[in-house]
């Protein structure tokens, strides 16, 4: 059990987990770009010593896989997995702890601990300046945090155990944002910090923000895991850390004893400035939009402090180690908070939020000869009004019958849907609703459709195992190639407009239909690069999934109403990139070839890869 960040990295390095880079690197551009190099090796964790600009350590990497992430919660993972089996009524196991001993022996260190005298962190007051002031990308507005535990507390129920802690990226420097004076805050206004904010503004007052960074990475983890009923992130990085979390309060803000750095400010009501751009994990840049700006009050930094960062992109990123981490911690919490749902699968190739798989129950028509979906439409409502999954734009649900079915098989969970879809009647839209902020496919910021896929019964159809004679020789799509069973890419022009693609994809649909029925192949992707698209499974989720808004860029094949219902026979989505669209994260290649020098003979990441 880890009391803080650096006796975490000397057990990783005594483990073989951990390589000190010893050379002088770059914040701009080298740092992420070397961490980028070494996660898609498999690599170690990253401690740079020596960062330009700064006299402060950094690391990253930490989480970079599952096993080095399971190691450093070995001592407290089954514990932890023990109270979140209780979840139903977590509280009882923390007020009574020797009740159930399971879970008590972690509960008794769920409960913050608050610490008199001064503070490891209140060390040294330092500027926002004197910080590894890391640029993750080459569009970047400027430097950012990306592994922060965002604090804040409740107005109108101040305290530890009413607050929020979140990861919600920190703008540094850049833009319009006063050096040493104000940092920019990154969060969609439905999590926590944004309904403190809201409170606050009701009550005409500023909202008081600590930003913990570092400590115990159980800290870290608390802070992208979503709270069961009853339990804080506090509670739980606590059980994860196997010591509570210490604290104590400092000209009014409260001040993690633990963490390697601390910015303390204040969010004024209704005060922005322009945030971003920031390549995010979607593979996309993120652009500048207004975000709240937060006046910073005072900076510490404990002695010999270690400044931990991540850097997401096109995923698999570190912070997929982060999902599969909660949701083993997790386990089967979603059947709890949707009962008849088994389980939901946020697909992490397609960026989590754009794509969610999803198992439910059907019970509702157990004795009408045609089986069809039922109880599935009534669940995939609650999923889509459930926390982040609210975010997703494509939902593919199902219900087992007679085989087992798992949602983290993609292409066979995908390939089971496409077996017994009635696209005739299984696609639901819903159209001017709410996306991902950092999604840029839909009609403007939030501002997109949802459509659930369901599908259910007996099988229809067997799927195309190569691509249908149809599908060839069309004027102006070429290169048709198939991406899985069922599922093919074309290649079209290049996108212009919406109104010029209703009139291609008219033609195109009519070109198909008029050589008969295509009963195989119930997918279509039109995309700009085929063979990029069927490359791999993960080069058609990503570009399918992320570049696409299902009102506008869902075509059919004998497409038609019935009482405001749409259908068809073949489905077909564009996929291809869009004008509006942010663009995709491009490494800079002179960055490239400068880290070189940590990869040669000699050098500390000599091996690496």
């Avoid at 995908?414 to 299984?426: A, G, M, S, T, W």
């Avoid at 009139?503 to 279509?524: Q, V, W």
């Amino acid at each position: 059990m880890y009391r803080n960040l650096e006796d975490c990295l000397i057990d990783l390095e005594k483990q073989g987990h951990l390589v000190r880079i010893q050379e002088e690197v770059d914040p701009y551009l080298e740092m992420a770009a070397i961490h980028l190099k070494v996660y898609e090796a498999g690599g170690p964790a990253l401690l740079f010593e020596r960062v330009k600009g700064s006299k402060f350590r950094a690391v990253s990497n930490l989480f970079g896989t599952v096993e080095r992430s399971k190691f450093i919660f070995r001592k407290t993972w089954n514990s932890v997995q023990s109270v979140m089996a209780v979840r139903n009524d977590p509280m009882k196991a923390i007020k009574q702890p020797f009740k159930n001993l399971g879970t008590g022996l972690a509960a008794i260190k769920a409960l913050p601990l608050k610490k008199l005298g001064k503070l490891p962190v209140t060390a040294q007051e330092i500027l926002i300046s004197d910080l590894p002031l890391i640029h993750h990308w080459p569009n970047d507005g400027g430097a950012f945090v990306t592994l922060p535990q965002v604090y804040s507390e409740d107005p109108d129920k101040p305290g530890i155990m009413n607050s929020n802690v979140g990861m919600y990226r920190i703008q540094l420097s850049g833009n319009q944002y006063e050096m040493n004076k104000e940092i920019g805050l990154h969060y969609q206004i439905h999590r926590g910090i944004g309904i403190h904010q809201d409170k606050a503004n009701k009550l005409g007052q500023p909202l008081k923000v600590s930003c913990f960074i570092g400590g115990p990475p159980a800290h870290t983890l608390a802070a992208v895991m979503p709270m069961p009923e009853g339990l804080t992130e506090m509670t739980v990085a606590g059980m994860l850390a196997g010591r509570s979390f210490r604290y104590n309060y400092v000209d009014g803000y409260c001040i993690s004893s633990d963490a390697d750095f601390v910015i303390t400010g204040e969010i004024y009501p209704e005060e922005t400035k322009p945030e971003g751009p920031f390549g995010d994990h979607l593979g996309y840049y993120s652009l500048v939009h207004p975000f709240p700006v937060m006046k910073v009050h005072k900076v510490y930094a404990k002695p010999n402090a270690i400044w931990p960062f991540t850097v997401v992109g096109r995923p698999p990123q570190e912070d997929t180690s982060f999902g599969e981490l909660i949701h083993e911690l997790t386990g089967d919490s979603i059947k709890y908070e949707i009962p008849g749902v088994k389980e939901v699968h946020a697909v992490d190739a397609a960026g989590v939020h754009p794509l969610l798989f999803a198992i439910g129950s059907e019970r509702y028509t157990p004795y009408q000869k045609v089986k069809k979906p039922a109880e599935l439409l009534t669940l995939a409502n609650r999923i889509l009004g459930t926390g982040q999954l609210s975010l997703a734009k494509y939902l593919f649900i199902t219900a087992e019958e007679n085989e087992r079915i798992d949602s983290h098989h993609e292409v066979k969970f995908l390939k089971y849907i496409l077996e017994r879809v009635d696209l005739q009647r299984d696609i639901h839209f819903h159209t001017n609703t709410t996306i991902d902020t950092l999604d840029y496919s839909g009609t403007g910021l939030n501002s997109g459709s949802k459509v659930v896929i369901a599908a259910y019964g007996d099988k229809q159809r067997e799927l195309c195992v190569e691509v249908p004679d149809h599908l060839r020789n069309i004027r102006g799509y070429e290169d048709v190639q198939l991406v899985m069973l069922g599922v093919v890419a074309m290649q079209g022009p290049k996108f212009s407009s919406y109104a010029d693609a209703e009139e291609e994809l008219r033609g195109l649909t009519k070109a198909i239909n008029e050589k008969g029925p295509i009963p195989s192949c119930p997918m279509i992707i039109l995309c700009d690069d085929s063979s990029f698209m069927s490359a791999s499974i993960s080069n058609f989720l990503w570009s399918t999934f992320t570049r696409s808004n299902p009102s506008h860029d869902i075509y059919g094949v004998n497409s038609s109403y019935a009482n405001k219902h749409w259908g068809c026979d073949n489905m077909i989505i564009d996929a291809r990139t869009k004008p509006h669209q942010a663009p995709p994260l491009v490494p800079d290649p002179t960055v490239e070839k400068n880290i070189e020098r940590l990869f040669a003979k000699g050098a500390s990441l000599s091996g690496i890869l």
